[in-house]
């Protein structure tokens, strides 16, 4: 049964960067579109960015733009997100999901979540 895993949250200084990656586990990504979304303490969840199967991607969150790249690698099953000049107000739980359709900005379209990875801008 196939299963997201998020990995390379933690905690990092204003300005500075991660690479969070979200492998598949007993499956395969390479024929859905896959998203990343994010939860701040005391807010809904938003979507961050989606990539198409054959790697097309697409930013959701205006605040994100120009410091958040998503890429994929289907040879290893994964997707990942590359965040950089990070923000205090980034901080929350990052989280990938899978969609059968196309890349959405609607939490609703995706229906398969990984567990999340914390991520804590902080000084």
């Known amino acids: 049964q196939l299963q997201l895993v998020e990995s390379g949250g933690g905690l990092v200084q204003p300005g500075g960067s991660l690479r969070l990656a979200c492998a598949a586990s007993?499956?395969?990504?390479?024929?859905?579109?896959i998203g990343w979304f994010r939860q701040a303490p005391g807010k809904e969840r938003e979507v961050v960015s989606c990539?198409?199967?054959?790697?097309?991607?697409?930013t959701y969150a205006n605040s994100v733009k120009d410091r958040f790249t998503i890429s994929r690698d289907n040879r290893k099953d994964t997707v990942y997100l590359s965040v950089s000049n990070l923000k205090p107000e980034d901080t929350g739980v990052y989280y990938c999901?899978?969609?059968?359709?196309?890349?959405?900005?609607?939490?609703?379209?995706?229906?398969?979540w990984g567990q999340g990875s914390q991520v804590t801008v902080s000084s």
């Open positions: 999901a899978r969609t059968n359709n196309y890349c959405s900005g609607d939490l609703w379209e995706y229906e398969l």
């Open positions: 007993g499956g395969t990504l390479d024929y859905n579109a």
């Open positions: 990539i198409t199967s054959n790697g097309r991607p697409t």
